[in-house]
């Protein structure tokens, strides 16, 4: 790869009718430029355009005399509106062909299903002639790398589940040995600060970064910070973000939950618990069984998660986990005392080590003269009970889910990463 100047630079084109109509939002070209940013590789063009091949091809046309890389994302799939990989192909002058390894992955994945294999579904095995195939490991649309002129081409299916892994096993490390770099990463997330806090506590870290470099993402409900290191190897890159890793986890404090691209907060304390052999029940007012839920999307989790109970009733806390109906009367729903028996009324029905309790204002009316946002989270455990108050903002549903993570949190504070 030449490059038409000493640094690269991209265009991205993401391709679907649906996103021009506001259908759906495309959290695939954000991802791919923070990847690209990572290899120093500048990103300046980003578009948006239909499933129009006419109006494709203008794009094509436009960044084939601007841009040393070319994404196009979305348009691979079986269907008549996915005109993506043609209109590469007949942009580049070329015939479409078939990859054997993707048609060979689709057949496969026909019988397994037990579906009869279709002309349009091995359109997704096709690829521009002279293509390096890129394998797509959660989907079945092969994605293609062609050079001409000096220029690559790239084209990547549209579903985020299929494109994310694309571009970190496929494209990146492609581009990382065509740059010559070694390329380290990683995200530490962080829950229970604001970005303005983060990026506040960490201005002596950031001001003073040079390799490797330091982003903040704000990732509903959390924080992450990427690190990103440049070195001569692999190794000797890691070993450059370790000791910045360290510094920042040191100053934002118990806020670290973890690492990883994708790794929520249950995700991470639901395997500690896990790993831990550690039980853990719930009773839900205000989230609904949004807290079991987000537990019941870990992998293994039955192992330590038996049940729980959402009691969004005043009575159903009675008669489902014994809160005494006087507690309730006395202090009411939304009080230190309710999330306290939620909490111990679980613990002791469901007989696990921990059990957390959950009650609340969601909004946005008030309940019992509580502003929306007041939520009480009490933990049970075999050493006693703690309850705490929270004041939180945002919608019903981001309530509902700071206060999810929130009990995550208080649960990851006691039984550890």
């Given at each position: 790869m030449s490059g038409k100047e000493n640094n690269m630079k991209a265009e991205i084109i993401a391709v679907g009718t649906e996103m021009l109509l506001g259908e759906i939002?495309?959290?695939?070209?954000?991802?791919?430029?923070?990847?690209?940013?990572?290899?120093?590789?500048?990103?300046?063009?980003?578009?948006?355009?239909?499933?129009?091949?006419?109006?494709?091809?203008?794009?094509?046309?436009?960044?084939?005399?601007?841009?040393?890389?070319?994404?196009?994302?979305?348009?691979?799939?079986?269907?008549?509106?996915?005109?993506?990989?043609?209109?590469?192909?007949?942009?580049?002058?070329?015939?479409?062909?078939?990859?054997?390894?993707?048609?060979?992955?689709?057949?496969?994945?026909?019988?397994?299903?037990?579906?009869?294999?279709?002309?349009?579904?091995?359109?997704?095995?096709?690829?521009?002639?002279?293509?390096?195939?890129?394998?797509?490991?959660?989907?079945?649309?092969?994605?293609?790398?062609?050079?001409?002129?000096?220029?690559?081409?790239?084209?990547?299916?549209?579903?985020?589940?299929?494109?994310?892994?694309?571009i970190s096993e496929q494209l990146i490390p492609r581009l990382a040995q065509a740059t010559h770099q070694a390329i380290a990463s990683t995200m530490l997330r962080f829950y229970g600060l604001t970005e303005s806090v983060i990026a506040a506590k960490l201005a002596p870290v950031i001001n003073a970064q040079t390799n490797p470099t330091i982003a903040i993402y704000y990732q509903f409900p959390d924080i992450a910070v990427r690190i990103t290191a440049q070195a001569a190897d692999q190794a000797a890159a890691e070993a450059l973000i370790a000791p910045v890793a360290e510094k920042i986890k040191d100053l934002l404090g118990d806020a670290f939950y973890g690492t990883g691209e994708h790794g929520s907060i249950a995700q991470v304390v639901g395997q500690a618990l896990i790993q831990r052999h550690t039980t853990i029940t719930a009773a839900e007012s205000l989230t609904a069984g949004a807290f079991q839920a987000a537990l019941g999307t870990v992998p293994g989790i039955s192992a330590v998660f038996p049940g729980g109970y959402v009691t969004y009733a005043p009575e159903q806390k009675t008669a489902m986990i014994g809160v005494p109906a006087a507690l309730i009367q006395q202090y009411g729903v939304v009080s230190t005392q309710t999330a306290q028996a939620m909490a111990e009324g679980a613990r002791q029905h469901v007989g696990t080590d921990y059990a957390l309790g959950f009650t609340g204002v969601a909004g946005p009316d008030t309940l019992e003269g509580q502003p929306a946002g007041t939520v009480f989270i009490g933990l049970a455990s075999p050493t006693g009970t703690t309850v705490r108050e929270f004041h939180l903002l945002g919608s019903r549903n981001e309530v509902r889910a700071r206060a999810v993570a929130w009990g995550f949190k208080m649960l990851q504070d006691v039984i550890g990463r």
């Open positions: 939002t495309d959290t695939n070209s954000p991802y791919l430029a923070r990847q690209l940013a990572q290899l120093g590789i500048d990103i300046y063009y980003q578009e948006t355009v239909g499933d129009n091949p006419a109006r494709i091809t203008a794009l094509l046309d436009q960044a084939s005399r601007r841009s040393d890389l070319v994404v196009l994302m979305g348009g691979l799939g079986p269907t008549a509106d996915d005109v993506t990989k043609e209109t590469v192909a007949a942009f580049l002058h070329v015939p479409l062909v078939t990859d054997p390894v993707a048609q060979e992955k689709l057949t496969a994945t026909a019988a397994r299903l037990q579906h009869a294999l279709t002309p349009n579904n091995l359109i997704q095995a096709q690829l521009p002639q002279g293509a390096i195939p890129l394998a797509n490991r959660t989907g079945l649309a092969v994605g293609s790398w062609n050079t001409v002129n000096g220029t690559v081409y790239v084209t990547l299916p549209g579903p985020p589940q299929e494109c994310e892994p694309m």
